[in-house]
């Protein structure tokens, strides 16, 4: 704890994003960087706690409280303050592989449990984060690591989402030959396809850290579904080990009337061939677009607002987003106490890019859907 009254001389700040109205006419990413001095007095707030609920990692009343990977919190937030940007990433890659991924799109649990969140906004601890990395790959400090020995053992990875690229980077690390399969035809998973590219950007910040894994020694081997195109037979006579990190592709179906009917997706549909249409130039047109149509969004959680920001890119027509549960309140309530996650009212980009074109947050609460209505020719007309 470098500055001792840091958090009563500065106020929480984040960086800027770009304007809703503007970044919605593109697909990049919308978060601007704060500067050096803006981000020391940031990581002063941190009050280097006796027990830094930011980085223990657990579940409280089912739902996440602090950091889930133990992240070093207090340790980089004081280097941060102190200038020593360097320690500081090596401090933050001790616990986390892939810091540029997590301080893009983890929804920040640490923040929601930081001490100093009892009485003031948290410290700002997903953007220091962000910003070390970044830092990181700017100045050529994150660099091809290849193991010095080889152990002689294979191991193949069924799935290059974040479990399988964290499990290849941790055995090729441990000197081991590593494969990784994937059944798509870029690496990443949900990195790759699940999310959008304005929130977590596919060429700059997923392909590189693949690119680098490749350089350290790893195999990647995409279109390649096991199971259908390599028998769990012929992976066992060829590898030593396998893991497998496949994830949880299958959807949450909505089982009403009118569910079969045309123009109704499930979310993944959605995103995925939108960014892989994205990254083969667009042109190709094999994508659900939702180009001036009127459209509404089932559930309200983070893959609904990235469907939400993914339809506000297209220029869609109007959009409503259905979400089951009530309005949360603006603050904290006595039943969900610090340091369990804060259940309060947030407006997320995708919800702030809507209410910046259509003139108000998109969501309707306590609601769902019962029925889709057919127009008689096998599209949905209204919910
Ligand atoms: S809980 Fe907050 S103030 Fe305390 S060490 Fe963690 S980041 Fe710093």
Redesign the pocket.
Known sequence: MGKPTG?IDYLRELPADRAPGERISDWDEFHYHMEDPKLRQQGA?????GI????TGTLISGMASGCPINNL??EW?DLVYRGLWREALDRLHKTNNFPEFTGRVCPAP?EG?????INAP??T?KNIECSIIDKGWEKGWVAAEPPKTRTGRKVAVVGSGPAGLCAAAQLNRAGHWVTVFEREDRPGGLLMYGIPNMKLDKDKVVTRRIKLMEQEGIRFVCNCEVGRFLSAKQLLDDFDAIVLCTGATKPRDLPIEGRQLKGVHFAMEFLTANTRSLLDGHRNGNFISATGKDVIVIGGGDTGTDCVGTAMRHGCKTLLQVEILPKPPMQRTSDNPWPEWPKVYRLDYGQEEAAAKFGDDPRIYLSTATKFDDDDHGQVKSM
Do not use: A
């Open positions: 958090f707030r941190c009050m280097d706690c830094p609920f930011c980085h919190i207090p937030n640490c449990s930081c001490v100093l969140g948290p410290v601890i």
